[in-house]
């Protein structure tokens, strides 16, 4: 059997750094708009995926495109969020729809619903979108499109609203949203094989104190986390929240 070629945007960010280990098996090529490391993948390619040839260019051949790239910086402005967040999700979802690509794995965030983050809240997946600042309201946008281009295409399009995916977390406040890189690789590999057409999930891990509820993700997906944050608790400093905070939280 031939092995699985999977496209992996923005390879050369922390998140594809971590998620590489997990796709051992499968044929990646690696794609950012600048320099990749050596270990990016099979096969590399450098380019911007705002400009639609090159993101045309990209998906030709792979089975499923597992779409990181963007600029996470929660407080950018829309100047700088427009074409990595928005032109670029466009192209590279349009691509591999004409490409006939079975499956586009979108890396949304936590952020599209950052608006409902208070102490006590556990946050529903199927809530209306709430994001927290322009950054949360792009991944909104790409939900959006992902969702809409599934219901009216032959594509499969899976929405992950990743946390904050590092070794441990960092302090109290974003310990309910944080993701493990081994459970981060364990749910990309399972939407690599899921039987879903489309669905929208957090990306978090089995934390006690969690801020995100990812009961669809166990039952959709097959996810079953092995990390919790509250392995950590004793040692971690007191945090704000985790989540920016520009617009005001209801009370």
């Keep these: 059997m031939a092995q699985r070629k999977v496209l992996v945007t923005g390879a050369s960010g922390r998140v594809a750094e971590m998620l590489r280990a997990g796709l051992d098996g499968v044929h990646i090529r690696a794609v950012d708009r600048g320099d990749l490391p050596a270990d990016a993948g099979h096969e590399t390619a450098v380019g911007d995926l705002a400009n639609r040839p090159f993101a045309e260019?990209?998906?030709?051949?792979?089975?499923?495109?597992?779409?990181?790239?963007a600029n996470p910086a929660p407080y950018a402005?829309?100047?700088d969020l427009r074409a990595p967040n928005v032109e670029a999700?466009?192209?590279i979802v349009d691509a591999a729809n004409r490409?006939?690509?079975?499956?586009?794995v979108l890396a949304s965030s936590v952020h599209a619903m950052g608006g409902y983050v208070r102490p006590g809240v556990v946050v529903e997946p199927d809530w209306p979108v709430r994001p927290c600042c322009r950054y949360g309201a792009t991944k909104a946008f790409s939900e959006a499109y992902g969702r809409m281009t599934a219901l009216t295409t032959d594509m499969s399009v899976i929405c992950l609203r990743l946390g904050a995916c590092l070794p441990r977390p960092v302090d109290s406040g974003s310990a309910p949203g944080w993701l493990a890189p081994e459970d981060?690789?364990?749910?990309?590999?399972?939407?690599?094989?899921?039987?879903v057409r489309t669905g929208t999930y957090f990306g978090v891990s089995a934390n006690t104190r969690t801020a995100f509820d990812i009961a669809n993700a166990r039952a959709e997906l097959g996810?079953?986390?092995?990390?919790?944050?509250?392995?950590?608790?004793?040692?971690?400093?007191?945090?704000?929240?985790g989540l920016c905070r520009i617009t005001p939280l209801e009370t």
Excluded at 99 to 104: I, P, Q, Y
């Design 57 to 69: 260019e990209v998906v030709d051949g792979v089975d499923v495109v597992v779409h990181l790239a």
């Design 77 to 79: 402005s829309w100047d």
């Design 89 to 91: 999700l466009v192209n």
């Design 99 to 104: 490409a006939g690509v079975r499956r586009v």
């Design 184 to 195: 981060l690789q364990q749910l990309v590999r399972r939407c690599l094989e899921a039987d």
């Design 223 to 241: 996810y079953e986390p092995r990390h919790d944050s509250e392995a950590y608790a004793a040692d971690l400093p007191e945090g704000d929240g």
